[in-house]
Each structure stands twice: as structure tokens, then as C-alpha cells.
């Protein structure tokens, strides 16, 4: 298992693409989140209190999609080049390649979501004192740790994806489809007992949860609960892609 991280770290090193990836992630949530704290999205005259460690973390809605593609790349990259023979030529043990990726590309989402997320809650110390807002410190905390958690199933979530599909294109789309689909139909039906069934189990809706800091009791889901159904995604996702790795011929 060693010289399967090994390999595996050195080829996501060695693609010059992935660095620009994990800082364009790192980028692009801290600069989403900062403009969130300094946008005034209140329309009523009296005013509004928004939930305010949510809004610090907006930029996770877009990091996401790039962390996705990181993932996706960890595997469609070789099926690409037919590096995946050698590959698998080197370690016959296909679970042993896809736990390797897993981990690698685990370790790397790690590093980049939480230097985000840092980035977010600091850009949010600074900008939010300014509204007349402030971060509160425990609601804080577990909601950054937890949006970090959640980078990192997004990523394996993406990883299983690309693995049964094999193709970068159908696999981000796959991803991104399966993160935005179940808000988008949300908003379509029209019974509220169906939008709460959907806010629950789409892997986006109910894993963002974790960042919520105010009216804890009118979720759709609790914020650890929620985490729990992206894990689910994430797991199933895992499994079908070693099923597929397993089974057929690279």
C-alpha cells in the first residue's frame, strides 16, 4: 500500500495542472466568501440577520466544483493516457489503487479546502465587524471543520464517479449534476413536504447543512445528520467505482 501512495502521489505532483487546481480552489473560495460578507443582500428596510458563519463560507458553493475536477483527473487522466495499465500492471490489487487515489487525492483536498476555508473565516473576521456582524466562535469552528469534511467526501464522491465512467467530460457533468439538481428540483415542486425531501437527500443540499449556525430546529436536516447522507453519496460512489474497476479490462 506504501509504494501504491507513492505512485500515486508522485503522478498528481507531477501534473502541473493539479497545483493550479488546489490554489485556484483555495482562491476562488476565499474570494467568493469575502464578497459574500461584503455584499449587502438585505432587501427590507428593517433590516436582516443572516446566518452569518453560512455566508463567511459561500465560497465553498464554487470551490467545490473545482475540487471535483481535481478528483475527476486523478483517474480520467490515465484512462486518457494509458498510464491505468501500467498502473494496474504494477499493483494487480484494483482496490489498492483506488484506496491509494482515495487517499492522495483525500490528503490534497484536505490541504487546499482548509486553507479555504481558514482563508473564508478570516476574510469574514475582517470584512463582517464592519455590518455590524460577527462570527460566532463554537457555530464557527464546527462549521468549518465540517466544511472542510465536506471538500473532502466531494472529492471522493468525484473520484467514484470518474472511476465507473472513465471520462472527464461525463464524469464532471455527473458530479455537478448530481450537486445541483436536487436544489434546482427543489425549487420546481410545488409541495413543501417533496422540497424537504429533496434538501435531505441531495448530497449538496444536505451536507452544506453542516455550515449553519442559526434556527438549527427548522433544517431539513441536522448539520452532522446531513454530512452523513454526502458520506452515504460518497461511500456508493466508491463502491460502484471499484465494482467497474474490478470488473472490466482497462
Known amino acids: 500500500m506504501k509504494q501504491s501512495l507513492r505512485a500515486e502521489w508522485t503522478k498528481l505532483r507531477t501534473v502541473a495542472s493539479t ?113 455590524g456582524l460577527t462570527l460566532p466562535a463554537g457555530p464557527t469552528a464546527r462549521a468549518a471543520a465540517g466544511t472542510v469534511l465536506y471538500l473532502i467526501l466531494i472529492a471522493l464522491l468525484s473520484l467514484g464517479v470518474a472511476t465507473a465512467v472513465r471520462d472527464s467530460a461525463v464524469a464532471v457533468g455527473t458530479v455537478l449534476g448530481l450537486l445541483y439538481v436536487f436544489p434546482v428540483l427543489g425549487q420546481v415542486v410545488a409541495s413543501p413536504a417533496w422540497q424537504r425531501h429533496l434538501e435531505q437527500a441531495g448530497p449538496m443540499t444536505a451536507g452544506l447543512e453542516i455550515q449553519a449556525s442559526t434556527g438549527l430546529s427548522q433544517l431539513p436536516i441536522g448539520p452532522w445528520a446531513g454530512l452523513g447522507v454526502l458520506a452515504a453519496w460518497a461511500a456508493a460512489a466508491l463502491v460502484a467505482g471499484g465494482l467497474v474497476l474490478h470488473l472490466r479490462d482497462a
Open 19 to 131: 497545483g493550479w487546481l488546489l490554489l485556484g480552489t483555495v482562491a476562488v473560495t476565499v474570494a467568493v466568501s469575502a464578497a459574500a460578507d461584503a455584499a449587502d443582500l438585505c432587501t427590507s428596510s428593517a433590516g436582516c440577520r443572516p446566518d452569518v458563519t453560512r455566508l463567511g463560507l459561500t465560497g465553498t458553493d464554487v470551490g467545490q466544483a473545482v475540487v471535483a475536477i481535481v478528483a475527476v483527473l486523478a483517474v480520467t487522466a490515465e484512462y486518457g493516457t494509458g498510464m491505468i495499465r501500467t498502473t494496474l500492471a504494477a499493483v494487480p490489487r484494483r482496490t489498492a489503487v483506488l484506496a491509494a487515489k482515495a487517499a492522495v487525492v483525500g490528503g490534497l483536498t484536505l490541504a487546499a479546502g482548509g486553507a479555504g476555508v481558514l482563508g473564508s473565516v478570516l476574510a469574514g473576521e475582517l470584512i463582517l465587524p464592519g455590518r
